[in-house]
């Protein structure tokens, strides 16, 4: 499959796209002058402790203090900031103590009103491998053939010596070299060396470690794993990364100064794809749909036929439909990057066949998603639940804010619900002086309809004015000329 990453900057954001086969299926942004949060190790202060749910908050110097689950823990550093990689114990959240130090690592971004989730079990990765302090064993990627998998944990067996901790090969080190391999175990080792060197003294809550920025970290993680390019506007953003993949790694990247006069997202239309994945309807070529839902709670998405009759059986039709949507659900997941509990809703198949084939071809379209999953079997009622764990903000939250009219409900009050507080309000203030209320045309042509119907007080007239907020209105008192002036106009 042809991977194509396509990278703009300009002095806001950083912002990337990934085409996979010519259509948009990931999208990438952060901030140009701060970066990334999410693989960052900082050195923070316990500011609350909470027993009653595991977790506790961390201070690490940011806006709002991190989150850390009992779950997410791992072996403590002691007082010579080292770990005791062979301890089986497992620290519980009563072991930190309210102002104590303690190293974490950001493994979500703030999302709403949540901050950033952490972790102390600390990973460091690097082009080929991961590197984990805490523990000491050797490991690879669940996604690597078994025999790919022995070679390579064979290898690290061999050359990890004296090296302490865990060295975890990911899914790019396949084909690796012995060279290769050890060149980055000696760099990750020597960085987590300098690493506790820079925590020794170090002012809390304070940065340790920055991991790197959304560019590099996008090639490491998609195109050394695959056959891709990379094509960017910027002349510095690329040869920065083609510089931090040169140093520890010997593959050929590709990488295109795009110089054209066309913006480079235009040219591909991203940005169009964006706007469509905003939506909550998406269509399918065969003239079925999907419709995506995010709740509070969970994702929903249904699957119709919409316009598509197929040529032999209802049966027939709803197989088809239903694994067309499957990889358009799979695209539309990593696009907008959903997480949490996911549930699916195909149309019904009678037939058990069909429902296995079409859980065993969802399974096979999640195979493109990096993002761990847990899938379940598909119910009687034609339901698919699943998990995916997300890391980074959903598209909506980074490129819509909520309506300032609605507050992010979507939805305003009902006209006849604005018309009766006007009326709950005017039946409350004195009644010899004149006031006029300022509503909005929708508002507006509302009354004038049901003026008939609604028991308006005659020292009160409507004023049209255009407003943002079609649910707003103001009362306000008003002289005899002005309130007949108002009134003649109406």
């Known amino acids: 499959m042809e991977k194509l990453l396509l990278a703009t900057r300009d002095r806001l954001n950083t912002r990337l796209a990934l085409m996979e086969d010519g259509r948009l299926v990931e999208y990438f942004q952060e901030p140009t002058h701060l970066g990334g949060l999410v693989g960052n190790l900082y050195m923070g202060k316990v500011s609350r402790i909470l027993p009653g749910v595991d977790s506790g908050f961390i ?10 689950f009992e779950g997410d823990m791992g072996p403590l550093l002691d007082d010579e900031f080292k770990f005791e990689p062979q301890s089986k114990y497992h620290p519980v959240i009563e072991d930190l103590r309210v102002g104590e130090r303690v190293l974490v690592q950001v493994t979500k971004e703030p999302l709403g009103q949540k901050g950033p989730r952490l972790t102390t079990q600390i990973s460091i990765p690097g082009n080929y491998l991961v590197y984990m302090p805490q523990t000491n064993r050797v490991g690879a990627s669940k996604k690597l053939s078994d025999s790919e998998r022995q070679r390579l944990k064979k290898t690290m067996a061999e050359l990890k010596g004296d090296f302490q901790g865990s060295f975890i090969a990911r899914t790019a080190a396949e084909g690796a ?50 056959e891709g390019e990379l094509i960017t506007d910027d002349g510095e953003l690329s040869e920065k990364v083609l510089e931090s993949i040169q140093s520890v790694h010997d593959k050929d990247i590709r990488i295109t100064l795009w110089k ?89 198949m009678t037939e058990k066949g069909h429902r296995d084939a079409l859980l065993s071809k969802f ?48 939805r305003i009050p009902a006209p006849w619900k604005i018309a009766e507080a006007i009326l709950g309000q005017l ?48 009362i306000l008192p008003v002289d005899e000329k002005a309130f007949q002036k108002i009134a003649e106009h109406k």
């Open 260 to 348: 054209n006069k066309q913006d480079l997202f235009r040219e591909y239309k991203i940005d169009e794809e964006l706007e469509n994945a905003l939506r909550p309807r998406v269509w399918l070529k065969s003239g079925g749909c999907i419709v995506v839902q995010p709740t509070e709670a969970l994702v929903a998405i249904d699957v119709n036929s919409g316009r598509f009759v197929g040529k032999r059986s209802l049966e027939d039709t709803a197989f088809k439909t239903n694994v067309e949507a499957a990889e358009e659900v799979v695209r539309q997941l990593r696009l907008r990057n959903l997480g949490g509990i996911i549930v699916i809703d195909f149309i019904d």
């Open 59 to 68: 201070d690490i110097g940011l806006d709002r203090d991190g989150f850390l």
């Open 427 to 474: 039946s409350k203030i004195t009644r010899n002086k004149k006031y006029k209320v300022t509503v909005s045309t929708h508002l507006y042509r509302f009354i004038e309809e049901n003026r008939e119907h609604l028991d308006i007080p005659p020292f009160a007239v409507f004023e049209e004015i255009k407003m943002r907020d079609p649910s707003r209105f103001e």
């Open 177 to 226: 070299s012995r060279e290769e391999l050890a060149a980055e175990m000696q760099q990750l080792a020597e960085l987590w060396s300098f690493l506790t060197l820079k925590m020794d003294g170090a002012p809390c809550p304070s940065l340790i470690h920055q991991e790197a920025d959304l560019a590099t970290k996008s090639v490491r993680e998609i195109l050394l794993r695959s």
């Open 363 to 410: 399974q096979e379209f999640l195979k493109n998603d990096k993002a761990k999953s847990r899938i379940l079997k598909i119910s009687e009622f034609g339901l698919v639940e699943m998990t995916r764990k997300r890391t980074h903000r959903p598209l909506d939250k980074l490129l819509t804010a909520p309506c300032p009219c609605c507050e992010g409900k979507g």
